[in-house]
């Protein structure tokens, strides 16, 4: 149970609601304009982009663009940051209403498929025109994407202190075993102009992954 | 057995020596060409890179590059289809000499992580540089990616008519799964300038798998 709570409120941190007021027009509009780039991207892929063809789908004039974001890269990272922190504050708050390891994992792994189902430019843009530097990986890598990490390894380490997991497992190295396998199915839905629901593979992953981990034979 | 020859000598191949006389200097200058592109597409990433750069660094006139190559895209392609080929040659010849699944898996991620592991170049151009847009990823899926697929798959079939891993689980899922979380972890390894060699992730990850999709379980 303490470590569901430090799951879901890290110290210092307080809930904010989605879209507070005293986020208001600011937050709206530069999301506004993340939405754009996001679409923008997919559609041409980022190095053939241009902050002009973000502005003229935003609807906003160059200079606007300017006013909230210092360049295309600087578009390309806040889409990242942004919407990571969207996910990780709902995974967290999720998270909080369920303590068995097994449904915390399959909720996660739902919550990050839906993310990319319900936004197919979104999908583009994280699963494709995000990997395309050293730089930027290196960036993400220590930013919200390891404390996407430190949740799934907060889960596996409560599943080993409770006998669930194989307790000879590093937790790091599990981590990214799923995220890998997850990684992969949401490439390959993206790149098969997926005509199935990405969430359908939520349990046949977690079937594997479950058993692979599992001290016991797990039935999904 | 029958399935151990099929991977070896897909119908109608032979096996070519690794450079024979017949492919000569021309594939020994066009492999020169494609390391030279490696190297510079590692080191400034592809969009930034010049074929006169690929030129310089391979220590030839621009035209020559323009003798076996038509563009800078088909020199990326190359590097991914020449690298491929050889792999798959390779990893069809290893596995030919193991009847055991268990084994053969495990020798095709350590062929996998060795082959990157030993050209830190090609593992930046394959692990992010040909990452980078929709168009390369597309037809990579439909290429040799397609034929490394096909290797996990028919390992996987065999080892669940023997009764070594679970009969409901789909082949084609299970490759993608596996190649999913190795992908990760060489991802990883080229991120954090890894100072581990990646083939010591070949026994941690084939745990976690050959208990994920194994009938009983498996001992590392």
Known sequence: METSSRLIEPEGSEEIPEKSEQRGARAEKSWQILRAAA???????????????????????????????????????????????????????????LSDPLQQLRRFAHLHFESLERDRDMAIVFQIELRQSTKFMEQFSSSQLAEYFQIIREIIETGQQTGLFRTQLSSRLVAK??????????????????????????????????????TRHVTV
């Open 177 to 214: 075993f799923l995220f890998g396998a997850l990684d992969e199915m949401a490439t390959n839905w993206v790149i098969s102009h997926g005509n199935y629901p990405l969430t359908t593979m939520v349990d046949p992953v977690m079937d594997i992954f479950f058993n692979g981990v599992g």
């Open 39 to 97: 679409k923008v991207f997919a559609r041409s892929g980022y190095f053939n982009s241009k902050v002009s063809d973000v502005a003229r789908e935003a609807g906003v004039a160059d200079g606007t663009v300017y006013l909230y974001f210092k360049s295309k890269d600087d578009l390309l990272m806040s889409i990242f940051t942004t919407a990571m922190d969207d996910f990780i504050r709902r995974a967290r708050a999720e998270l909080a209403s």
